[in-house]
C-alpha cells in the first residue's frame, strides 16, 4: 500500500509518534456526534490513540492530515477494510476546527478516493452524515457523490439531557 499521498498544500501518510499534540489538538473536543466517542482526555490517550493507528495498517487505510509547508497534523482520514466486500468502503474523515473552511478537506478527500478507486480496485464509496451536518453534504456532492437518502432516527452517539438516546437523521451518499 502506498504510504503517502500529495496534493498542492496537503501531505497524507500514515501516523507516528510525533503528530501526539496535534491529534490531542482536534480529538480533546469534537464537534461532531459521530466523533464523540473518539474523544480523548489528554497526551496519554493521544499516544495510545496513534499507536492503536499505526499497529491496525491491516485492517483500517488510515492517513493523517498534514500541511505540507509546516508538517503540522489537521486531521484525518480512514476507511476500514472489510474482508466480504472489498470492493466497497465507507471513508471517515475529521479536520481541527482551526483549519476548516480553506478547502483542505476537499484537497484531501479528493486524493484519498482518487487512491482507493486507483490503488486499492475500490468500485463504490459511500458515507453517511448527519442531517444538520451541511459542511459535510455540501463536500459529498462537491466530491461528485450522490444522495442515496435519509435514515430517520437512524443511530443515536450521544444521549438527550435526560439520559434517553439522541437518535439523529442520517444522510447516506455514494459514488462509483
Known amino acids: 500500500m502506498k504510504n503517502t499521498i500529495e496534493t498542492q498544500r496537503l501531505i497524507l501518510r500514515q501516523f507516528n509518534l510525533d503528530d ?19 474523544k480523548i482526555h489528554n497526551m496519554q490517550e493521544a499516544e ?16 493523517a492530515i498534514c500541511l505540507k509547508d509546516t508538517g503540522k497534523v489537521i486531521g484525518e482520514v480512514f476507511a476500514c477494510v472489510d474482508e466480504r466486500e472489498k470492493d466497497t468502503l465507507s471513508p471517515c474523515w475529521m ?25 486499492n480496485s475500490v468500485r463504490r464509496i459511500y458515507i ?4 444538520y451536518n451541511i459542511p459535510c453534504q455540501k463536500l459529498c456532492e462537491k466530491l461528485g457523490m450522490r444522495r442515496e437518502g435519509l435514515f430517520m432516527e ?21 459514488i462509483l
Not at 464537534?31 to 464523540?36: A, E, G, L, Q
Not at 453517511?128 to 442531517?131: G, L, N, W
Not at 450521544?158 to 444522510?171: F, L
Open 128 to 131: 453517511f452524515t448527519e442531517d
Open 20 to 38: 501526539v499534540a496535534d491529534l490531542y489538538e482536534y480529538l480533546a473536543e469534537p464537534t461532531i456526534n459521530c466523533f464523540k466517542d473518539m
Open 48 to 63: 495510545k490513540v496513534i499507536q492503536e493507528r499505526i499497529d491496525n495498517v491491516k485492517s483500517e487505510i488510515y492517513f
Open 95 to 119: 479536520l481541527n476546527e482551526k483549519f476548516q473552511k480553506q478547502g483542505y478537506a476537499y484537497e484531501a478527500v479528493a486524493a484519498f478516493f482518487d487512491f482507493l478507486f486507483k490503488e
Open 154 to 174: 437512524f443511530v443515536s452517539f450521544v444521549n438527550n439531557p435526560d439520559g434517553t438516546p439522541k437518535y439523529e437523521n442520517t444522510y447516506q451518499y455514494a
